[in-house]
């Protein structure tokens, strides 16, 4: 039997993933759940826990902020996050696995029972360099589909990368605005979007917008400096961004045109 906890901030995504386990997994006792990466602190104080499934894109600390605090030969980390840019931190960071929402079933029960196994191995350089290149070969296969998924209240919405053409904030809400003209409101604020989104590919051009360069059609300065997208919306671009959006703009045409 494996001590767990779970850390996520938000609601759903703790009581789906406590269901997951309760029915799948035998061998996991769930000893508490955090809402924040404080909270976690208090838990791993008071607890010897074996196994953190814990998000990674959370408000104020995100759960790398955690990672500092777990005793490594003790204690083992599965990510479970909507985004899969996270891949390579999720790695660098000693993970056993890494589980992008919606958490599907069959990945679960695998990422649990190589948990099992892993745990209760001997911890020797070699058995951890092992586990370190599963996970990388994970992860390269994941990260091919370029999806976030977007918590949407009663579950999530998985979405392609590609097929956000902008972004804007709405007070602490992120809206999003796809190439199919649907729009999926998220409470989370843009900078954690910002943070997240492929950097050549999406420019934050404004304290209220983010917004995918693939389709850019035009700018112009009659009004300010002004994007037109393909999809025929008008973005303003900040003056304290300008510089940058124009600098973003040329890497981003070398970029594309090296394809």
Known sequence: MLNAIIVDDEEFARSSLYFLLQENCENIHISGIAKSVGEARNLLAHNTIDLIFLDIAMPGENGFDLIP?????????????????????????????????????????EAVNKATKYIALSKTEHNKNEGLQNLAVNLSEKNETRKISLPNGQGYSLVSID???????????????LVNKDKITVSKVLKEYEEILPAHQFIRVHKSSIVNLNYLRE????????LILKTGDKIAVSRRRASDFMEKVKSYTNFDSDK
């Not at 030969?73 to 992008?100: E, G, M």
């Not at 904030?169 to 999003?176: I, K, L, T």
């Open 69 to 109: 605090q777990i005793e490594s030969s003790k204690t083992h980390v599965i990510f479970t996050t909507a985004y899969d840019q996270y891949a390579l931190k999720a790695i660098k960071a000693n993970a056993l696995d890494y589980l992008l929402k919606p958490i599907d079933i069959d990945e679960l029960k």
């Open 163 to 177: 097929d956000i053409v902008h972004i804007e904030a709405d007070s602490n809400y992120s809206v999003f605005h």
């Open 219 to 226: 700018y112009n300065s009659k009004n300010g400096l002004e």
